[in-house]
T-cell receptor, first 115, second 120 residues
Framework: AQSVSQHNHHVILSEAASLELGCNYSYGGTVNLFWYVQYPGQHLQLLLKYFSGDPLVKGIKGFEAEFIKSKFSFNLRKPSVQWSDTAEYFCAVNSGEGGYQKVTFGTGTKLQVIP | GAGVSQTPSNKVTEKGKYVELRCDPISGHTALYWYRQSLGQGPEFLIYFQGTGAADDSGLPNDRFFAVRPEGSVSTLKIQRTERGDSAVYLC??????????????????FGAGSRLTVL
């Protein structure tokens, strides 16, 4: 069964610091990978996605993620964080396992950016 | 509609009561998902509908939980004999379609704001 592991539960950074959030998944076949973000008081929204092609994916607000198939990883990065990036970030995987597109989420990483 | 709409946004009930949570997906989205998010956890899959039928209900925790989507649009999640452990945010999401090629991109989930259920 597909599963997702996020290594960091809570990350605290100062503004302008660089960010990398780890994500590993367990499914060995073709996958779609996602990062969703939940800002305080708001609902989950898509940050970026990987379906195929270039493994370096660029999303909104300067975020990017790199799909490394050999490592089953899809880490999220941002060169310079802002206070407004304070949110909870969820990695998710969809493998088409079972013939349809069930999306499985990780437990999330809370990012706190200090001004 | 323009987005996924969930009602009520907040529901407080007493242990043992019956609760219904409603989800109105994006118009034209055939796939509908229910997730549950407890404090400090990621969204946990409950059930998936493709059209009117429940294609996968393997995430429903027990037979107190049931969901319907009679006309292939609005869905209702029903919880009988609620327990304190049912307290969570119940999230609904829809996507254009839930089946087909994995790389088709049709499975991007759009979430609603959730229904926060508190069982006293």
């Amino acid at each position: 069964a597909q599963s997702v592991s996020q290594h960091n539960h809570h990350v605290i950074l100062s503004e302008a610091a660089s960010l990398e959030l780890g994500c590993n998944y367990s499914y060995g076949g073709t996958v779609n990978l996602f990062w969703y973000v939940q800002y305080p008081g708001q609902h989950l929204q898509l940050l970026l996605k990987y379906f195929s092609g270039d493994p370096l994916v660029k999303g909104i607000k300067g975020f990017e993620a790199e799909f490394i198939k050999s490592k089953f990883s899809f880490n999220l990065r941002k060169p310079s964080v802002q206070w407004s990036d304070t949110a909870e970030y969820f990695c998710a995987v969809n493998s088409g396992e079972g013939g349809y597109q069930k999306v499985t989420f990780g437990t999330g990483t809370k990012l706190q950016v200090i001004p | 509609g323009a987005g996924v709409s969930q009602t009520p946004s907040n529901k407080v009930t007493e242990k043992g009561k019956y609760v219904e949570l409603r989800c109105d997906p994006i118009s034209g989205h055939t796939a509908l998902y229910w997730y549950r998010q407890s404090l400090g956890q990621g969204p946990e899959f409950l059930i998936y509908f493709q059209g009117t039928g429940a294609a996968d209900d393997s995430g429903l925790p027990n037979d107190r939980f049931f969901a319907v989507r009679p006309e292939g649009s609005v869905s209702t999640l029903k919880i009988q004999r609620t327990e304190r452990g049912d307290s969570a945010v119940y999230l609904c999401a829809s996507s254009l379609r839930g089946s087909g090629a994995v790389a088709s991109g049709a499975n991007v989930l759009t979430f609603g704001a959730g229904s926060r259920l508190t069982v006293l």
